[in-house]
């Protein structure tokens, strides 16, 4: 397993921005499909985007895409999430994830990843 680290969350006034954070160690990140998610109060955990392990590849769920960037620094065993335009409905707190299986589009369930960080509360303020 990956042992994953979140940062960067905080509170922000519409249409602002905010860059999150996920620090790696164990499992060789570089091999390790990563993922974003985020969890809602009373909702359940929703993927938001994924990248492939040398980060040329990239899937967006459609809440997020054209807002939202994922970038990973295999150098810094770092992946981060680029957050724009945000509204108060992307308040959640946020979880980045690790998968060993290989980078698909259909990569988008809780199971598919067996690493989580402990996750980073973003509020956004209407």
């Known amino acids: 397993q990956v042992q994953l680290v979140e940062s960067g969350g905080g509170l922000v006034q519409a249409g602002g921005s905010l860059r999150l954070s996920c620090a790696a160690s164990?499992?060789?990140?570089?091999?390790?499909?990563m993922g974003w998610f985020r969890q809602a109060p009373g909702k359940e955990r929703e993927l938001l985007a994924t990248i492939s392990w040398g980060g040329s590849r990239t899937y967006y769920t459609d809440s997020v895409k054209g807002r939202f960037t994922i970038s990973r620094d295999n150098a810094k065993n770092t992946v981060y999430l680029q957050m724009n335009s945000l509204n108060p409905e992307d308040t959640a707190v946020y979880y980045c994830?690790?998968?060993?299986?290989?980078?698909?589009?259909?990569?988008?369930?809780?199971?598919?990843?067996?690493?989580w960080g402990q996750g980073t509360q973003g509020t956004v303020s209407s």
């Open positions: 164990g499992r060789t990140f570089s091999s390790s499909t």
């Open positions: 994830a690790a998968s060993p299986r290989y980078f698909s589009p259909g990569l988008t369930k809780i199971n598919d990843y067996d690493s």
